[in-house]
T-cell receptor, first 112, second 112 residues
Framework: AQSVTQLDSHVSVSEGTPVLLRCNYS??????LFWYVQHPNKGLQLLLK??????LVKGINGFEAEFKKSETSFHLTKPSAHMSDAAEYFC??????????FGSGTKLNVKP | EAQVTQNPRYLITVTGKKLTVTCSQN?????MSWYRQDPGLGLRQIYY???????DKGDVPEGYKVSRKEKRNFPLILESPSPNQTSLYFC???????????FGQGTRLTVV
């Protein structure tokens, strides 16, 4: 069985400071992992994905995530937050790409 | 342009009045699925389809029906909607050789 735990439901940072959104996963097999972002009243946009290649994955808008098998983690980071990063972020795991398991989401607030 | 198209985007209906939300993808993907998004719960899978005429229940299938008569289309049917089905719905498609899910823009359903 697969599952995802996003450790923080809300994260608040100041503009220009680093962002860390935490995600732990559980999977019986080698997973593929994703981060999606959802801006208010918008759909889901893929930020980045890990599919068993390099463990440090770079995505759009300066985000990156590192797959750590020993820690079963896939935390999302960005060196410097921008106001436009304020959104809800979802960590997602899948094995066979027919079913995607979502975390409960982390709302990122960016203060000026 | 690769896309998943859902219609309608917004729908207000009354309890018990049958409705259908359509979903179409233009990427020739084998897999399609429906999710509902509720605050604090992330996205939960309602039904999924591995290919034409092959469908199966997800985590929250009660009160919903689906069909997959053509590869590109995967409509979601609510035979007798109830207020607890008020939610934001997303259709997704993915393929065996495509390591990510593509999501529609969402359908916000309100049942009164």
């Amino acid at each position: 069985a697969q599952s995802v735990t996003q450790l923080d439901s809300h994260v608040s940072v100041s503009e220009g400071t680093p962002v860390l959104l935490r995600c732990n996963y559980s999977s019986s097999y080698s997973p593929s992992l994703f981060w999606y972002v959802q801006h208010p009243n918008k759909g889901l946009q893929l930020l980045l994905k890990y599919t068993s290649a390099a463990t440090l994955v770079k995505g759009i808008n300066g985000f990156e995530a590192e797959f750590k098998k020993s820690e079963t983690s896939f935390h999302l980071t960005k060196p410097s937050a921008h106001m436009s990063d304020a959104a809800e972020y979802f960590c997602v795991v899948t094995i066979y790409f027919n079913k995607f398991y979502f975390g409960s989401g982390t709302k990122l607030n960016v203060k000026p | 342009e690769a896309q998943v198209t859902q219609n309608p985007r917004y729908l207000i209906t009354v309890t018990g009045k049958k409705l259908t939300v359509t979903c179409s993808q233009n990427m020739n993907h084998e897999y399609m699925s429906w999710y509902r998004q509720d605050p604090g719960l992330g996205l939960r899978q309602i039904y999924y389809s591995m290919n034409v005429e092959v469908t199966d229940k997800g985590d929250v299938p009660e009160g919903y029906k689906v069909s997959r008569k053509e590869k590109r289309n995967f409509p979601l049917i609510l035979e007798s909607p109830s207020p607890n089905q008020t939610s934001l719905y997303f259709c997704a498609s993915s393929g065996r050789r495509v390591p990510e899910a593509f999501f529609g823009q969402g359908t916000r359903l309100t049942v009164v």
